[in-house]
């Protein structure tokens, strides 16, 4: 190739580029240089930057105790929703691998929540939480016991934000369980049949192993979305009570769209998207060293 | 039935696969119960709600009251157009950037498409403040354009049409040339013809994405004019407005219905694809 010909190609590449490295400058990179910098000043005039403060919207930040409040939920939320949805998930991919009376429908059962948005199913959900007349407290009033207030008592709002998320993500990540279940060789388990091994001692030391790229994958995308989706905190609790199941991004949000506080808004958002940095190193280090982007 | 059960207990009732049947099932019909239950409430008199009979009788009233208590018709039209256009943007914009990263030489290439990889992580709705603030700059406060605008140059469907492009061999590229194609025919009708089962899964993907995304596009909007369906469900269903239960089951069916039933007859091509721009 010539030397004209190549400064025209890397002419044109650039130009093909062009419209997405402008709207990705315009809503990805820009607003992050602009939350950083904000995160740094102080609050003027219709919220805009005025005083270079440096750190001091942090020390502000983590002084607050309702910001470890949030952050404390997200962890919980992260810790109580991730294992439980990949044991799921993992466990209904084993149940449909097989060959099972009536398999298409099970597939589709699990599934399907995958399809709704958040917003209906904290909907559907919220028939089920509800202290007078949800379906959980006429259940338990007819075994005897009284009702819970399920998204009103500060000590299992909570979890019950966390079972419906369960609910919601285990069918996604059951697919990519399926995919790796159906691409390992029939060899291993004919081999291991011919042994004698148990069902169980095979899963534990065959299938299991064998799919710890899968669960890593997993893990990573279940990471992002417990600091990314709070649909459901709309629907369900707002965030209350008193804060009891406010998450980092819903806080966000709050801060700047109903306190009209842009500067601690911007700091949040700095915090996380310092998680979103240390999971995607995570995922460019350990789990993508044998695929190329390159 | 399976090929284990050579080696599993003697007794056929207490053998594993026959547990683990029932275990499936137990758990699907756990998981596929919240629709069900709405799908009833949906159909029957409010007043049952509170006393649940299977057998109650059945009415569409709830889904007229919906229909008549919030401009659905609007909704849909502006999920409808939200949806087309997302979709429509991010085919042309990744294309032509994926095209770019595949075939041409361009200085610093791996950085900019690390660059690019990094909003698979940083999404609008994390920059959730700045970007508001940016649309209102442009203009793009209660528009359909401002819901979409954001997500248009996608990172997954630049990566998912640059992987695919890169498999397509360059032979194909140099016949194209060799009949007089410049480089945007040769994309024309060589690689975009090729990259159909990409576009399908991405496509497939994107849609159920913005037909469900809710937190921007509340944000942005304000108004009936531009609030698409899963916004319209929030404003509608929020607890102060007083709507009754059956009448929310009804227009939460609305909302999700198309969707729905699309997953319902494309069953095999949604999981494929949700697979497909899943593995990156």
Not at chain 1, 80 to 108: H, Y
Not at chain 1, 138 to 156: A, R, T
Not at chain 1, 285 to 290: A, E, K
Request: with cysteine; glycine share 6%; charged share 10%.
């Amino acid at each position: 190739m010539s030397f004209t010909n190549h400064r025209k190609m890397q002419l044109y590449g650039a130009l093909l580029l062009l419209p997405a490295a402008v709207l990705l400058t315009t809503f990805a990179y820009l607003p992050t240089v602009t939350t950083v910098i904000n995160s740094l000043f102080l609050p003027g005039f219709r919220g805009a930057p005025t005083e270079f403060v440096g750190l001091e919207n942090y020390q502000v930040l983590f002084d607050d105790p309702t910001f470890w409040k949030v952050a404390r939920n997200n962890l919980i939320y992260a810790v109580g929703t991730i294992p439980t949805s990949i044991a799921l998930a993992l466990g209904m991919a084993l149940f449909v691998n097989r060959k099972l009376r009536g398999r298409g429908f099970l597939r589709m059962a699990y599934f399907t929540p995958t399809i709704l948005p958040m917003i209906a199913a904290a909907n559907i959900w919220m028939f089920f939480y509800a202290p007078q007349i949800g379906l959980f407290n006429k259940l338990l009033g007819m075994l005897g016991f009284s009702g819970v207030n399920w998204l009103g008592d500060p000590s299992i709002a909570l979890s019950s934000v966390i079972v419906m998320s369960v609910w919601k993500e285990a069918g996604f990540f059951m697919i990519f369980y399926l995919a790796a279940l159906q691409s390992m060789p029939p060899e291993l388990k004919e081999a291991a049949d011919l042994e004698g091994t148990s069902r169980w001692s095979f899963f534990w030391r065959v299938t299991f192993p064998l799919l710890m790229p899968t669960t890593l994958f997993v893990l990573i995308n279940a990471l992002i979305n417990s600091v990314r989706v709070v649909d459901h905190l709309f629907i369900l609790t707002k965030g209350g009570p008193n804060n009891a199941t406010n998450l980092l991004l819903y806080y966000v949000y709050e801060n700047a769209f109903s306190f009209f506080d842009r500067t601690t808004a911007a700091t949040i958002t700095v915090v996380i998207l310092l998680v979103l940095a240390v999971v995607a190193t995570l995922k460019f280090t350990i789990l993508d060293r044998r695929t190329h982007y390159q | 039935m399976n090929t284990t059960t050579s080696y599993a207990p003697r007794s056929r009732f207490f053998s594993t696969p026959a547990l683990e049947t029932v275990a499936a099932w137990l758990l699907a019909i756990i998981w596929i119960f919240p629709l069900l239950y709405a799908f009833w409430a949906a159909f029957h008199p409010s007043e049952f709600m509170v006393n649940f009979e299977l057998f109650a009788p059945l009415t569409l009233e709830n889904f007229t009251n919906a229909w008549s208590q919030a401009p659905f018709a609007r909704y849909y039209l502006n999920t409808f157009a939200l949806v087309t256009g997302v979709v429509i943007g991010q085919f042309v914009v990744c294309t032509l950037a994926a095209f770019a990263f595949a075939r041409f030489p361009i200085p610093g290439k791996n950085v900019l498409f690390m660059l690019v990889l990094i909003q698979l992580f940083v999404f609008p709705e994390v920059l959730i403040v700045e970007n508001y603030r940016i649309a209102s700059e442009l203009g793009l406060i209660n528009t359909i354009t401002g819901i979409g605008l954001p997500y248009v140059a996608s990172a997954l469907g630049i990566f998912l049409l640059r992987q695919t492009f890169k498999t397509i061999p360059r032979e194909l590229e140099d016949a194209a040339r060799i009949e007089g194609c410049n480089w945007l025919e040769i994309l024309w009708k060589v690689y975009v013809p090729l990259a159909k089962p990409t576009y399908l899964a991405y496509g497939l993907v994107s849609i159920s994405h913005h037909w469900n995304n809710f937190i921007w596009p509340l944000v942005v909007t304000n108004s009936v004019e531009s609030r698409p369906l899963t916004v319209g469900l929030g404003v509608f269903s929020a607890p102060e407005t007083g709507v009754n239960w059956a009448t929310v089951s009804a227009a939460t069916l609305l909302s999700i219905a198309p969707l729905l039933i699309a997953f319902l007859l494309f069953q095999r091509q949604f999981v494929q694809s949700f697979l497909r721009a899943g593995i990156r």
